[in-house]
């Protein structure tokens, strides 16, 4: 009987396993379609709908924020509309107290409005509409500051 238990226990620890690699496969599939770089015959084409940046100043006023794409000396100005929905992350631990190594934990997740950013916040963005080159656009779908 312990004989059968142990096989049983491994085969099910095998498939569980398996199932992690598949999704975390397919989690990393879906991230790639986020950007994705063409070669055509006029050349390269590179389309980008997502963009890790700072804040580097608000207009409250215009409505926009100007950032500065991570990896780059150019600000970008973001443009919000009624659409773009702003959300703040927050750790549910301070980083004072991390958690153990391994631990999962899901962030907590508040709305906020355009006052609420600071310079120096670290943002990530989406936007429905293809960005590549653009140092301005208004088609954004989510900024979010992380923590």
């Not at 397919?26 to 790639?32: D, R, V």
């Not at 973001?78 to 153990?100: A, G, M, Q, R, Y």
């Not at 600071?118 to 653009?134: P, S």
């Amino acid at each position: 009987m312990k004989k059968n238990q142990i096989v049983i226990i491994t085969v099910i620890s095998f498939l569980i396993l398996g199932g992690i690699v598949y999704f975390s496969f397919l989690l990393k599939e879906k991230s790639q379609f986020k950007g994705a770089t063409f070669k055509t015959s006029e050349g390269t084409v590179e389309e980008v709908f997502s963009l890790l940046a700072i804040v580097s100043s608000k207009n409250l006023e215009n409505n926009f924020l100007m950032v500065k794409p991570s990896g780059k000396e150019d600000q970008v100005k973001v443009i919000l509309s009624d659409i773009t929905k702003l959300i703040k992350l927050e750790s549910p631990f301070s980083p004072e107290n991390p958690p153990p190594p391994g631990t999962q934990f899901t962030p907590k997740q508040t709305e906020i409005s355009l006052k609420d950013f600071k310079e120096g916040d670290e943002v990530f963005i989406e936007t429905l509409k293809n960005i590549a080159g653009k140092n301005e656009f208004n088609n954004v779908e989510l900024i979010q500051i992380l923590p």
